[in-house]
């Protein structure tokens, strides 16, 4: 028998409120299957369970607020169980929650802040005092990304375009293949280097605050892809809905994107345990000597916060040197 | 077609809930008025694209700023 716990979705997750079981006594689960939606502090978060088997009790009833680790039910398993992840199109397909349930978390007037604010506000803090930051920032030519963007936005429709986000993640992604020292965990006193590349998107909610779940295995899409995943992200993190626990606690390295905010540079704040958060500024025209006169050229400061505990300042700036070398070919791999 | 004007303003609650839509300026860029990063907007147009059955290049999202350019464009591919 198998205790299904309620999972911590964040280090500073304490409690959770269960707003919705999807499945009852005797049914069926498989592994990556989401069983339950869960409201935590920052948003309602859709959990998914790493086993498969047979629903047995349902122990914790909707509504009702529990510690982390409370067992919540109690499923029969079905010879053996591993815990490996799923391809993330089988997590795509699962239904997601009603948004009307999980509005009332989000919601901080002007004024007060809201439950979302103060676990940003506490992860903060906690990065601040122990991670020591230093900071590089390199200024990358996106002419051939906004000519390739345009290129194939001449054959797509506002269902599926490009948008200049989607190669910036893609290229990140790839750097991070090459340099695993950003991508991966610092805990207790120890850097575990992650297996597969999980971008966590930072992504501002109108009711205030911002949320960063993950984009899983992005190192293994293309840049369509890659945008597909993002706009899905953006809409579901927008809604307040349909967030998996897989998206909210795997994240191995940090995106902030400001391109739409005119300011030049990102001076990150990393979020723990990672090591290193990578911004993007605001794309400005720049002139710059080629042979005989001046030229001009397109460009955006990417900028990298990194854990001094881990890297340093020649791997990250071999790092962001990683990120541009992508950038001057977007498409081609 | 429906109501043109009803799903340009439902489209854009459905990425904006707090705009008062009557009190924005038709002329003016709709993302000078209401807070809109590339993505909500992308995902306005698309929702319209999809309401209204008009297929929009992604290429035309530059020239679709203000509610009027948006609808002259729709009544034009109707």
Redesign the interface.
């Known amino acids: 028998m198998f205790d299904f716990r309620m999972p911590s979705l964040g280090a500073d997750m304490e409690a959770g409120r269960l707003l919705e079981w999807k499945v009852k006594p005797g049914d069926r689960v498989t592994r990556g299957q989401v069983v339950a939606v869960v409201d935590t502090d920052k948003a309602a978060i859709e959990v998914e369970i790493w086993k498969t088997g047979i629903v047995r009790e349902i122990l914790i009833q909707k509504g009702e607020k529990v510690p982390v680790g409370t067992v919540l039910a109690r499923v029969e398993l079905a010879g053996e169980a591993h815990e490996e992840a799923l391809p993330e199109e089988t997590r795509l397909k699962e239904t997601r929650p009603a948004a009307a349930a999980v509005t009332g978390p989000l919601q901080g007037s002007a004024g007060t802040r809201s439950p979302i604010q103060k676990v940003i506000a506490r992860a903060m803090e906690t990065s601040k005092r122990e991670i020591p930051h230093y900071y590089l920032s390199r200024r990358v030519c996106i002419d051939p990304l906004l000519e390739w963007i345009g290129i194939e936005n001449a054959r797509r429709s506002v269902e599926d375009p490009i948008l200049p986000i989607a190669p910036l993640v893609w290229a990140v992604a790839r750097a991070c293949g090459e340099q695993p020292l950003m991508n991966g965990h610092f805990r207790e006193g120890e850097f575990l280097p992650a297996a597969t590349v999980n971008p966590a998107l930072v992504i501002s909610l109108r009711s205030g605050g911002s949320i960063a779940p993950a984009l899983l295995d992005a190192g293994s899409l293309t840049i369509p892809e890659i945008m597909v995943r993002i706009r899905d992200l953006v809409i579901r993190s927008r809604e307040g809905s349909g967030i998996r626990s897989s998206e909210f606690g795997e994240g191995t390295i940090t995106v902030t994107n400001l391109m739409d905010s005119g300011v030049d540079r990102v001076f990150g704040v990393i979020h723990p345990p990672q090591v290193a958060l990578v911004g993007i500024g605001t794309p400005f025209c720049e002139a710059f000597e080629k042979g005989s006169g001046p030229c001009f050229r397109t460009v955006v400061e990417v900028s990298l916060s990194g854990d001094h505990r881990v890297s340093d300042g020649r791997i990250g700036a071999r790092f962001l040197g990683a990120i541009d070398e992508h950038l001057q070919g977007p498409g081609k791999r | 077609m429906k109501d043109l004007n009803g799903i340009v303003r439902d489209s854009l609650h459905s990425?904006?809930?707090?705009v008062d839509f009557s009190g924005l300026n038709r002329e003016r860029p709709l993302r000078d008025q209401v807070?809109l990063?590339?993505?909500?907007f992308?995902?306005f147009?698309?929702r319209i694209?999809?309401e209204t059955g008009v297929?929009?290049?992604?290429?035309?999202?530059h020239d679709l700023r203000s509610l009027r350019e948006i609808e002259e464009y729709l009544r034009g591919s109707s």
């Open positions: 990425v904006a809930p707090e807070e990063d590339s993505m909500d992308l995902n147009i698309a694209s999809k297929r929009i290049p992604a290429a035309a999202l």
